[in-house]
DNA sequence: CGCTATCCTTACGTTTACGTAAGGTTGCAG
DNA sequence: CTGCAACCTTACGTAAACGTAAGGATAGCG
């Protein structure tokens, strides 16, 4: 059922995607997506018409596919998610208006809050990091203790 | 309430715990604490008569925290953690096995299995671990990023 | 223009991980 | 022995994060 999935497309063409292949391509269901646009996670392409087929680029996939990843490697909840994304959606609608921002002290001020915004999110990586180094030292000690206590045995 | 808590008990006395103070030593809830052993994930002291009031050691709190904080860092769910932690539990009955097991081969065969479960326990840690370095190191690319067009703005 | 796979909305169902309330019991201080 | 705080069991409630089913519309191929 994806075998026969190869069409005339040349690969490179910015084809616009349907939910189901992004779901896919992202490892998730389409139903999972679909919320995550009702909880106001995703977008959810402003210009749709009520009924019609939701279409995506491949920007959209990157962004789920972010979702996704931070949902599982840090345990936040999805409000949560919301929250520390709402910063970065601001941002995508900073990068539309960097064509437009002609002086250099506004750019500065959209390159400021896009690092802010990058910190955050480095921090909070960062932490759970440490916490996971820690506690792979305190195993490994563990680990360690009961190889001498082996070694032990064989003296 | 926490105050007046100074009893006359010497305080290195292994003085058996209740449910509340086992709950706000680890930073829980007495519910959470009942869930886990409804659900196996703690033991449930078995020698305990139906209405009787739960009884806590050091230990058990240690057994809490490690829960807790595997739970919190790791994203299992209490089925998995379960299964993860089953090997343990079955260490802990070793270690009542550990004194009588009088040959070598018997004491191997002990910490052999210690062994493994710690192995098993580092692995997913690991794993992680290393996810959050990669995301981790993608943010900080991002920043660096951020920081050169900021330079650039300045030349 | 028709077919049909995939999509749409709506809405109720489900699982996990507890919260909370009720009504009774235990255990320790006084 | 008595009081009362903290505990007990039972059981229903709940929030999050989707699953699933129904009934109908869309879109791309032929």
Redesign the interface.
């Given at each position: 059922m994806s075998a026969k999935d190869i069409h005339v497309f040349p690969l490179d063409t910015e084809r616009p995607l349907r939910i189901g292949e992004v779901a896919e391509l992202v490892g998730t269901t389409t139903r999972t997506i679909r919320y995550y646009e009702e909880i106001g996670l995703l977008p959810g392409s402003a210009e749709r018409e009520l009924g019609k087929h939701r279409c995506y680029t491949e920007a959209d996939v990157a962004r789920v596919r972010e979702i996704v990843?931070l949902r599982?490697?840090l345990?936040l909840s999805l409000e949560q998610l919301s929250r520390l994304l709402e910063a970065e959606s601001a941002r995508a609608d900073l990068r539309r208006e960097w064509k437009v921002a002609e002086s250099?002290a506004q750019?500065?001020r959209i390159?400021?809050e896009?690092?802010e915004h990058?910190?955050t999110?480095?921090e909070l990586?960062?932490d759970?990091?440490v916490?996971?180094?820690q506690?792979?030292a305190e195993?490994?000690a563990?680990?360690s203790s009961?190889?001498e206590?082996?070694a032990e045995?064989d003296a």
């Open positions: 990843r599982d490697l345990g250099g750019r500065r390159l400021d896009a690092l990058v910190g999110q480095l990586v960062r759970r990091r916490e996971l180094e506690l792979e195993l490994e563990k680990r009961l190889h206590r082996l045995l």
